[in-house]
């Protein structure tokens, strides 16, 4: 008998479950008002973003960051922060550079946040500076009241 672990067999594509999962994290920002920080220490989303694959938390990253791209930030000092404020500074300068361009593209096309995605996504030694850039990213381009602060 063995107790290795059965190998994981995909029974989703990446996109989609990425797409799952932002919508799961935005709920999760709604339910706490939208507070970065209540939503990322009280459920257990956190424990799924640690075992999900990175591909699939680099294209969580993505999706997050291009509605974020015209974002000027919180004025926090976390680090999660200075990567998302760095992830939405590169989208909005590849969507200067594309004017035509939308999300779709801008998630698949290799590019500076694409390199910064993957390299947070791809830390397995510290899986909370994404899962915490990823929500931040996500209160930037959803949150419906950020334009009232």
Do not use: C
């Amino acid at each position: 008998m063995t107790t290795d672990r059965p190998p994981r067999h995909r029974t989703m594509p990446v996109a989609q479950e990425a797409r799952t999962i932002v919508l799961l994290m935005e709920g999760t920002l709604a339910q706490h008002g939208w507070d970065i920080a209540r939503a990322r220490d009280k459920n257990r989303l956190r424990d799924l973003w640690a075992v999900i694959e990175p591909e699939v938390r680099r294209h969580i990253l993505l999706l997050a960051t291009w509605p974020a791209r015209n974002t000027t930030g919180s004025g926090t000092d976390s680090v999660a922060e200075k990567y998302a404020l760095e992830l939405a500074a590169y989208a909005a300068q590849w969507a200067a550079e594309h004017p035509n361009a939308d999300g779709a593209s801008f998630h698949l096309i290799w590019h500076p946040a694409h390199s910064l995605a993957s390299s947070l996504a791809f830390d397995r030694d510290d899986p909370d500076v994404s899962w915490a850039t990823a929500l931040t990213l996500l209160a930037y381009g959803s949150d419906p009241a950020k334009d009232a602060r």
